[in-house]
């Protein structure tokens, strides 16, 4: 009964498609089956689960560096080193291939970065615990790969993979290949319904947007000094108000805060300081978004002495924004500073 094995094959990538094209080749020339990153797209937290997933599943994992250190995560790890440390952590057996440091290779494809090269360097230390075999070109490579794994399937046996018929009778197989069937139909129908979901709420987004600026309104706002009377601002259009906010409450905002901002954005008169907006208007605005699902009351907690009103932005209100930005960002060339506003003195 032939055995094959998986050999997840891990590096960092454009710097190294040359050599990991002759790792590839060379475990399909010996029988076996390659896994890379080529399976997956960009990496988040989704794709490393699915990518812990195939380590678990493989027998063997290979790791090639040269002289980047690639991609980091949020701890500042990269993807390469958490593939590295999570296979060694899991007992995959670890076939090493750190380049050697005098070979012929790119400038282009080395990491300057002090820093990242202390990293890097870290790391080919921590795979030099293990044997490892030093390539110095991608033919090398090539060569050095197939008798380590030789070796490797030797000193430490694995379960590997072999055919269902092989090991189960034909209604067993039978069985596998109607599964297989429905599974197949089952990620046909939900990549569908994901790509109609997708669709209409993009839809729902850019239909929120183009609400909010048609619809107008008026506020009253007073100055901090001189004729306190309540002044009457020109209509403004709810995406206006939306833009000047949204950053705002990307966290979260306290109503008044809210309010002597938008005192400072709607005022005339730029020699004299504002006050605030009538807070019952600003109600009216966060209940008008709140009908819309762009803000919510926030959940965030807070001592027990404040008895601030705070509001946020929900998930939808983030995409519109987002969504608003990023029409702003593409119809120009170039992105201003905002001019700095002047705070309430009672700050």
Same mark, same amino acid.
């Given at each position: 009964?032939?055995?094959?094995?998986?050999?997840?094959?891990?590096?960092?990538?454009?710097?190294?498609?040359?050599?990991?094209?002759?790792?590839?080749?060379?475990?399909?020339?010996?029988?076996?089956?390659?896994?890379?990153?080529?399976?997956?797209?960009?990496?988040?937290?989704?794709?490393?689960?699915?990518?812990?997933?195939?380590?678990?599943?493989?027998?063997?994992?290979?790791?090639?560096?040269?002289?980047?250190?690639?991609?980091?995560?949020?701890?500042?790890?990269?993807?390469?080193?958490?593939?590295?440390?999570?296979?060694?952590?899991?007992?995959? =057996?670890?076939?090493?291939?750190?380049?050697?440091?005098?070979?012929?290779? =790119?400038?282009?494809?080395?990491?300057?970065?002090? #820093?990242?090269?202390?990293?890097?360097?870290?790391?080919?230390?921590?795979?030099?615990?293990?044997?490892?075999?030093?390539? !110095? !070109?991608?033919?090398?490579?090539?060569?050095?790969?197939?008798?380590?794994?030789?070796?490797?399937?030797?000193?430490?046996?694995?379960?590997?993979?072999?055919?269902?018929?092989?090991?189960?009778? =034909?209604?067993?197989?039978?069985?596998?290949?109607?599964?297989?069937?429905?599974?197949?139909?089952?990620?046909?129908?939900?990549?569908?319904?994901?790509?109609?979901?997708?669709?209409?709420?993009?839809?729902?987004?850019?239909?929120?947007?183009?609400?909010?600026?048609?619809?107008?309104?008026?506020?009253?706002?007073?100055?901090?000094?001189?004729?306190?009377?309540?002044?009457? !601002?020109?209509?403004?259009?709810?995406?206006?108000?939306?833009?000047?906010?949204?950053?705002?409450?990307?966290?979260?905002?306290?109503?008044?805060?809210?309010?002597?901002?938008?005192?400072?954005?709607?005022?005339?008169?730029?020699?004299?300081?504002?006050?605030?907006?009538?807070?019952?208007?600003?109600?009216?605005?966060?209940?008008?978004?709140?009908?819309?699902?762009?803000?919510?009351? !926030?959940?965030?907690?807070?001592?027990?002495?404040?008895?601030?009103?705070?509001?946020?932005?929900?998930?939808?209100?983030?995409?519109?924004?987002?969504?608003?930005?990023?029409?702003?960002?593409?119809?120009?060339?170039?992105?201003?500073?905002?001019? =700095?506003?002047?705070?309430?003195?009672? #700050?």
């Amino acid at each position: 009964m032939a055995t094959k094995y998986q050999v997840f094959v891990s590096s960092t990538y454009e710097d190294l498609k040359a050599e990991r094209d002759q790792v590839i080749k060379a475990v399909l020339e010996m029988g076996h089956i390659p896994v890379g990153m080529e399976m997956f797209s960009a990496a988040d937290e989704e794709q490393w689960k699915i990518i812990a997933r195939h380590i678990d599943e493989s027998d063997y994992y290979a790791v090639i560096v040269a002289h980047r250190y690639g991609s980091v995560a949020e701890d500042n790890v990269s993807y390469t080193r958490k593939e590295y440390e999570y296979a060694r952590a899991r007992g995959v =057996p670890i076939i090493g291939f750190p380049i050697e440091s005098s070979a012929s290779w =790119p400038a282009d494809r080395v990491d300057t970065d002090s #820093e990242t090269k202390l990293l890097l360097d870290a790391f080919k230390e921590r795979i030099k615990e293990k044997p490892v075999s030093i390539w !110095s !070109s991608a033919e090398d490579l090539y060569g050095k790969f197939s008798v380590a794994l030789m070796k490797a399937i030797v000193a430490s046996p694995r379960e590997g993979w072999v055919r269902a018929s092989a090991s189960a009778g =034909p209604q067993v197989t039978a069985e596998l290949t109607r599964l297989s069937a429905e599974n197949a139909n089952l990620r046909t129908d939900l990549a569908r319904s994901v790509d109609a979901a997708s669709v209409e709420y993009q839809s729902e987004v850019d239909s929120v947007g183009t609400r909010l600026r048609s619809i107008e309104i008026r506020f009253s706002y007073r100055y901090a000094s001189g004729d306190r009377s309540w002044q009457h !601002s020109k209509s403004v259009s709810h995406a206006l108000l939306f833009g000047e906010l949204a950053s705002r409450l990307m966290v979260e905002d306290e109503i008044d805060e809210t309010a002597k901002f938008l005192a400072m954005v709607l005022k005339e008169d730029n020699a004299r300081t504002a006050d605030i907006v009538a807070i019952n208007q600003v109600q009216e605005l966060l209940a008008d978004w709140n009908a819309l699902d762009l803000v919510e009351p !926030s959940l965030r907690k807070h001592s027990v002495s404040n008895k601030g009103e705070y509001w946020t932005l929900t998930d939808f209100g983030r995409a519109v924004h987002k969504r608003a930005r990023r029409r702003r960002l593409l119809a120009q060339e170039t992105t201003e500073t905002p001019e =700095p506003r002047e705070e309430d003195p009672g #700050e």
